[in-house]
């Protein structure tokens, strides 16, 4: 079987699902990527099967070649935000042919904005996409509104690189509870809630007496609002292994999105067996995170009930917390590499 990925900035829990597809399925995988303007540093990986491309070097005449030259049974396209990948795929399609697949990571919430798209998407863009392949429930209701009947649709389409996350950590159940370690991995952006956790931890160690440090991994405009406040510690971005690494004598997970559709690392941390501590805006609680049962959720843009719930993780008992980790394992393991890769091929298949 050989697969086209058309994608915008290329991101490395793809790297398993990409190991999967040549592994288990016996697959030979192009790459097109954005390399321009991109929020976190390139990651090419080298996977055997796998080629990359980038996508300035492609013009849409030089993509109809590519999709012409490869032939491939399925091209995934990360969305429509590209116009030239869709109208590369609409001249190719002419001349062969292959199933063409939708991801989807949006949440659906009825806004009259989202309707609209809807009726847009149905009218214009429906006849570019074959097969639709969701995140979880919220984004299969996005893609049945987009006029995919449930045969067409297919889920776990973001999983996190599952053979490196699924290592497990061990929590120290004799660390001070003051000195545990909170700590978020992401972009320093608004919609990422970076404002909001620099005002909820200066909140937490100055009104709330916290003492637990928190470090910030990864990069963005707002890396400054973090850097003027006690206690925050600010590493650069890293490799995914790489955090594997530096976080294994941690201790809580934040993620503090005002929007987030998905959010992979939850799922991340969640297979390391971290307690979570997330905003009910991020999209993958819907998997990954039990209120009160593997973590803490706190209200979208609200500071002060972050703070007051980081201050709860500094009285847990080790036992519970320790328990809340073991619990995140649990969650963490119900999508994988493996599911992802599969639930894509089924979608040639249906």
């Not at 050989?2 to 399925?25: A, M, T």
């Not at 321009?36 to 055997?48: A, G, S, W």
């Not at 190719?92 to 199933?99: D, K, L």
């Not at 995140?135 to 999983?159: E, K, V």
Request: hydrophobic letters at 40%; glycine letters at 8%.
């Amino acid at each position: 079987m050989k697969i086209l990925f058309l994608y915008s900035e290329y991101v490395p829990y793809l790297d398993g699902l990409l190991r999967h597809l040549v592994g288990d399925h016996a697959a030979t995988v192009r790459v097109v990527s954005w390399d321009k303007n991109l929020l976190k540093p390139p990651n090419i990986p080298q996977i055997p099967g796998v080629s990359f491309e980038k996508r300035s070097a492609l013009t849409v005449a030089q993509l109809i070649k590519v999709i012409e030259g490869f032939e491939p049974h399925i091209i995934y396209i990360s969305g429509w935000m590209d116009p030239g990948y869709l109208k590369a795929v609409k001249k190719a399609r002419n001349r062969g042919e292959f199933t063409t697949v939708c991801g989807f990571d949006d949440n659906w919430f009825g806004t009259p904005r989202q309707r609209l798209g809807a009726l847009y998407f149905r009218l214009f863009l429906r006849k570019f996409f074959d097969k639709a392949w969701v995140a979880g429930a919220r984004q299969y209701h996005y893609a049945r509104r987009f006029g995919y009947s449930d045969t067409d649709i297919a889920f776990n389409m973001l999983s996190c690189d599952t053979a490196l996350f699924d290592t497990g950590i061990r929590l120290d159940s004799d660390k001070d509870a003051k000195q545990r370690k909170f700590f978020y991995v992401g972009n320093f952006r608004e919609v990422k809630g970076t404002d909001l956790l620099a005002d909820a931890y200066r909140i937490y160690r100055k009104d709330l007496r916290g003492s637990c440090e928190l470090i910030c991994i990864g990069q963005g405009p707002l890396q400054d609002r973090l850097d003027s406040v006690d206690g925050i510690t600010v590493l650069p971005y890293m490799s995914s292994s790489e955090l594997v690494q530096m976080t294994s004598d941690f201790d809580v997970f934040i993620f503090p999105s005002r929007k987030d559709q998905w959010g992979v690392a939850l799922h991340e941390f969640a297979l390391r067996g971290f307690p979570l501590l997330s905003s009910i805006g991020t999209g993958a609680t819907e998997s990954f995170l039990i209120d009160g049962f593997n973590g803490l959720m706190f209200d979208i843009g609200d500071h002060r009930d972050l703070a007051a719930k980081m201050k709860t993780f500094e009285e847990m008992s080790a036992d519970k917390l320790v328990l809340f980790g073991k619990r995140s394992r649990q969650l963490g393991q119900i999508i994988s590499s493996e599911l992802s890769a599969v639930s894509l091929i089924s979608l040639a298949n249906n």
